[in-house]
């Protein structure tokens, strides 16, 4: 393994420039329903928030993933071959890299040849990544990409050709619609090679009332992180939302595994976004984001009809919560 570190960081300008920003904004508030990108959730106080929610005792996601990353770090790294060739590890949607640096760690202590690439749309969180793992792991070698996950990944294919084991955490691809998930999953393997690994992680049926208590805590945590994203249009993009005037509301559908938030306007009112009016009605709701459930079957036929094989389940001790790894094929 190269010992020299490289903390790099390689940055698209237009992925979260202040036009897009805008321009997106305007067009899903102006839809029916309206609706706001959760993507744009991650400001440097959303990303803080966002941590806070991860330390709720409510939400379960969090330990459930850790115990595997932290009791299980061998069988991941078996699992996805890290011993068998020099590889690149690409993490989409890094964020703090709590649980993968459990895997980081025990890859450079047994000296095995990767680089790691996390992908966040937050350069502040990349920016956090290189400082803190210069301290914690000098000899990993770090490439950041800033910027959204698949013009990203084109930039890690166009860095290196070597084997990529992909890392999609925190049942993050429960934030799509189930058809966008195989969406996102047929995108995916366009941009990888047979051979390639993805672990990817999906938060699992369980008790309805354990699924709504995590994204309607007592502490409020949740609906600030939702409501912050008011005051980040309002911050970057000249608006005058009034953040008391909209509450959170969260569901949960047992059947259909759906749990989704929104923000509802308490009130007739009308915001300024730039130039642009937004019309809001009484009650009216603004769909924030979905957070789906699955059964471990319908992860291996999600695997199945977009180019994957099924290898291996890793679950933590309360079956909540799996990584599943697949191979590209």
């Not at 393994?1 to 992925?15: A, H, R, V």
């Not at 994203?229 to 509301?249: S, T």
């Not at 730039?274 to 009605?281: A, T």
Request: hydrophobic residues 40%; contains cysteine.
């Amino acid at each position: 393994m190269d010992q020299n570190i490289s903390m790099e960081t390689i940055s698209c300008t237009d992925c979260d420039s202040h036009q897009k920003f805008e321009n997106e904004i305007v067009a899903s508030l102006k839809a029916h329903p309206k609706h706001l990108l959760s993507k744009y959730f991650y400001d440097q106080k959303g990303d803080v928030l966002f941590q806070q929610i991860m330390n709720m005792p409510e939400y379960y996601l969090t330990d459930c993933e850790m115990e595997i990353f932290t009791k299980k770090t061998e069988e991941i790294a078996h699992a996805v071959k890290a011993f068998d060739a020099p590889f690149d590890l690409v993490e989409l949607g890094a964020g703090d890299a709590t649980k993968s640096s459990h895997l980081l760690k025990y890859l450079v202590t047994k000296n095995v040849d990767f680089t790691y690439m996390p992908i966040d749309i937050s350069g502040n969180i990349i920016s956090v990544l290189k400082e803190r793992f210069s301290r914690e792991i000098p000899d990993l070698d770090l490439v950041g990409l800033n910027g959204e996950y698949f013009e990203m990944l084109d930039k890690a294919n166009s860095i290196s050709s070597r084997r990529k084991v992909i890392l999609f955490l925190g049942g993050n691809i429960g934030n799509m619609e189930v058809e966008e998930a195989h969406q996102f999953c047929h995108e995916l393997r366009k941009k990888l090679n047979p051979g390639d690994i993805l672990l990817i992680g999906f938060d699992l049926k369980k008790d309805p009332d354990i699924i709504l208590s995590a994204y309607n805590d007592k502490a409020g945590i949740t609906a600030s992180f939702n409501l912050n994203l008011l005051e980040r249009i309002n911050n970057e993009l000249d608006a005058n939302f009034d953040i008391g005037k909209f509450k959170h509301y969260q569901t949960y559908d047992p059947l259909a595994g759906a749990c989704r938030s929104y923000l509802i306007s308490l009130e007739k009112q009308n915001v300024m976004i730039g130039n642009q009016v937004i019309h809001f009605s009484e009650n009216e709701a603004v769909y924030m984001e979905i957070s789906q459930k699955y059964a471990p079957e319908e992860t291996d036929k999600m695997a199945l009809q977009n180019g994957f094989k099924p290898v291996k389940h890793i679950s933590d001790t309360k079956g909540w919560f799996i990584d599943a790894i697949w191979k590209v094929i």
